[in-house]
């Protein structure tokens, strides 16, 4: 089966660092960056988070915990895969079912906040083949599925991502033989679309460090799709009262 077509542009997002990332970098290293632990202003949330969970759905879901206890007290709300439907009903299993659920279930929220949708593998799929649909302000993908490593190229995986208008960002493994750095750029990607790559595979096991760096990458790209005037870097979550 052909290739996809290759973006003009492809390349060029995988070798020059996205605007946000600089910035955050910069200010890392002028220290301007610190937050105090404090509990942070209910008018300064960045919005509401849902995450979807991949296929291996529960055993993914550490994905979504170690960026929640990392971030989650610079957003309004997080709602996990199991506040939004269970993977034990197999229905959910078939990616058109999923993403009319998915539909249904953001139809019905309230909308008085900017939405972030993140995801992981499939459920990254689903959050940006829905975004424009759920009115979403933001997506956030991890281990995007561009293909499947024991099947030929399946174009409705990534075609939607030609012409999504919301900014996107991919946090991409370097060795995810769902989508390896060296086959990411033959995919025609819109303008909206960051790729950035981390060192890792498609189950995203990082170590802390690791998990702290992709952690500010999020909240940098968060804050500068959504205007925010917050510092960016993830600051520690407010002490728990003794």
């Known amino acids: 089966m052909p290739r996809p077509k290759r973006s003009p542009n492809s390349h060029r997002r995988l070798k020059e660092r996205p605007s946000f990332v600089s910035r955050l970098t910069r200010q890392l290293d002028l220290g301007l960056l610190f937050i105090p632990d404090r509990p942070i202003k209910k008018s300064m949330m960045l919005g509401a988070v849902y995450f979807l969970l991949g296929d291996s759905a529960p055993r993914d879901a550490f994905i979504a915990s170690e960026l929640k206890k990392r971030i989650g007290h610079h957003f309004s709300c997080w709602t996990d895969q199991h506040d939004i439907h269970s993977f034990e009903d197999r229905y959910y299993r078939r990616f058109r079912h999923r993403a009319r659920a998915f539909r249904t279930f953001m139809a019905e929220r309230p909308r008085q906040q900017p939405v972030i949708l993140m995801g992981r593998s499939s459920g990254a799929r689903v959050a940006s ?79 802390p460090d690791e998990w702290d760096e992709a952690a500010s990458t999020i909240l940098a790209f968060c804050h500068d799709v959504l205007g925010s005037q917050l510092p960016v870097r993830a600051s520690a979550p407010p002490p728990t009262p003794s």
């Open 129 to 207: 083949f829905c975004a424009s649909s759920c009115r979403a302000d933001a997506v956030v993908c991890l281990g995007y599925p561009f293909r499947h490593p024991d099947k030929d190229q399946e174009p409705d995986r990534y075609q939607h991502l030609a012409t999504i208008a919301i900014p996107t960002l991919i946090l991409q493994g370097r060795s995810d033989p769902y989508g390896r750095a060296d086959d990411i750029s033959a995919y025609a990607l819109s303008t909206s679309v960051c790729v950035q790559l981390i060192q890792t595979d498609h189950h995203m096991r990082l170590r």
